[in-house]
């Protein structure tokens, strides 16, 4: 150990200063590449969650767009698809007829994709796409109701064309409801 001593002893000093400056610049610069390091991870990392937070509202806003079509498109088709009733119970036109423009019609329409959309990525719209469902229902409830009277041979529409009536009507109100509440989702984002 006493040589080890000596050995050291015999440095000279400025061999000693020069050592511990390369030392300390040597830290100093691991010490600042850490840092540099440090900041560039996080700099990436708020970079990536922005990229991936715009990404998703690309993806959200596009899902709004499109069921805000598919939504008006299905309430379009469903009004569209009931009209020649109308007209039957106004005496316009007879059940046969009516039937024929319905069965006729190519609806280019999948309702099932209004329904993925809502089930996957808006499930809060789903009260208000079952009351535009309901009114729909209850529309079919007078349509039948007429239909069965139609069916005894008492074609008369004037009892029923009121309750149709109105029944569309409500159905356009909740179709008007259920897309304002697309049209304030879509502007949360």
Do not use: C, M, W
């Given at each position: 150990m006493e040589t080890l001593f000596e050995f050291v002893s015999k440095i000279p000093s400025s061999a000693w200063?020069?050592?511990?400056?390369?030392?300390?610049?040597?830290?100093?610069?691991?010490?600042?590449?850490?840092?540099?390091n440090r900041a560039s991870n996080d700099r990436?990392?708020?970079?990536?969650?922005?990229?991936?937070?715009?990404?998703r509202n690309?993806?959200?806003?596009?899902?709004?767009?499109?069921?805000?079509?598919?939504?008006?498109?299905?309430?379009?088709?469903?009004?569209s698809h009931f009209l020649p009733y109308r007209q039957v119970m106004a005496g316009e036109l007879t059940f046969n007829d009516a039937l024929d423009i319905t069965t006729n019609r190519n609806?280019?329409?999948n309702?099932?994709?209004?329904?993925?959309?809502i089930d996957m990525y808006f499930p809060e719209l789903q009260?208000?796409?079952?009351?535009?469902?309901?009114?729909?229902?209850?529309?079919q409830d007078v349509l039948h109701g007429y239909?069965?009277?139609?069916?005894?041979?008492?074609?008369?529409?004037?009892k029923w064309l009121?309750?149709?009536?109105?029944?569309?009507?409500?159905?356009?109100?909740?179709?008007?409801s259920f897309e304002r509440e697309v049209s304030r989702i879509a502007k949360t984002i």
């Open positions: 200063v020069a050592l511990s400056t390369a030392i300390l610049t040597s830290a100093l610069t691991l010490i600042g590449v850490n840092l540099t990436l990392r708020i970079q990536l969650d922005h990229e991936t937070e715009t990404r690309d993806i959200i806003r596009e899902r709004l767009e499109e069921l805000y079509v598919e939504s008006k498109r299905y309430t379009n088709i469903a009004v609806y280019a329409h309702p099932d994709r209004l329904n993925l959309i009260p208000s796409f079952s009351a535009v469902k309901e009114k729909l229902d209850h529309i239909k069965q009277q139609y069916k005894s041979g008492d074609i008369s529409g004037e009121p309750h149709f009536q109105e029944a569309l009507e409500l159905l356009a109100e909740e179709a008007g």
